[in-house]
């Protein structure tokens, strides 16, 4: 009993590859051994390599991935009975390898060398949309401070009546009448000084206080 690959979904479902090579490539170009026209297909793939009775895949290089049971491949993995195999995530093949039989098993028949795929349907993984972070928050706005304007100047105010300084007339006219007195003895003194100092001048000037004496 060959090993065998069914198409479950692609361009082509239900279409079965018989498997009896030691190695094949699964791609979309026309040199690949298993060719699968699909626009998300890489043209070289995933390979598979002979191990046994069942094959190890491997992907080569494909721009969006293999998968075996939903999980990435990313190091060869043995194929077993009711693997499903994505490629990318529009293909997915069916996994029919022969059944191990004990040495005492006298009948097999041939509908045992298959079993049914028991696996759930592959599901492709869904590609997440990246995550945008929040945008930052502007800081909460603060008014400025009011202006206050200055205190108007108010000039103080006098605690007690302010009572005008009366000036003593008496003393002023007392001071003035003293300054007078001084300035006419000073003048007297002056003109009794001028009579004796330079008499005939004196006597001139003022014949009417001195009558014209011989000096």
């Not at 590859?17 to 690949?32: M, N, P, T």
């Not at 869904?126 to 928050?137: D, E, I, L, M, S």
Request: net charge neutral; with cysteine.
């Amino acid at each position: 009993m060959s090993f065998k690959l069914s198409v479950r979904q692609g361009p082509r479902p239900n279409l079965v590859f018989e498997l009896d090579q030691e190695s094949y490539v699964i791609g979309r170009e026309a040199g690949a051994e298993l060719v699968i026209e699909d626009a998300q297909v890489s043209r070289r793939h995933a390979q598979l390599t002979r191990q046994g009775t069942s094959y190890v895949i491997e992907d080569i290089g494909s721009t969006n991935g293999t998968y075996v049971n939903g999980k990435r491949v990313t190091a060869p993995l043995l194929l077993s009975n009711g693997d499903m195999i994505g490629l990318a995530d529009t293909i997915v093949l069916a996994v029919q390898a022969p059944l191990m039989v004990s040495d005492d098993a006298t009948v097999v028949s041939e509908a045992a060398h298959y079993a049914p795929a028991t696996q759930p349907a592959f599901t492709p993984p869904k590609v997440q949309p990246p995550v945008q972070a929040p945008p930052a928050r502007q800081p909460a706005y603060t008014p400025p401070p009011q202006y206050a304007p200055p205190p108007q100047y108010a000039p103080p105010q006098p605690s007690e009546p302010v009572v005008p300084i009366r000036t003593d007339n008496r003393r002023t006219v007392l001071i003035g009448v003293g300054c007078l007195a001084l300035i006419l003895v000073v003048c007297m003194i002056g003109f009794v000084a001028w009579s004796f100092i330079d008499c005939r001048s004196f006597s001139s000037v003022f014949p009417f206080l001195f009558p014209p004496f011989q000096c």
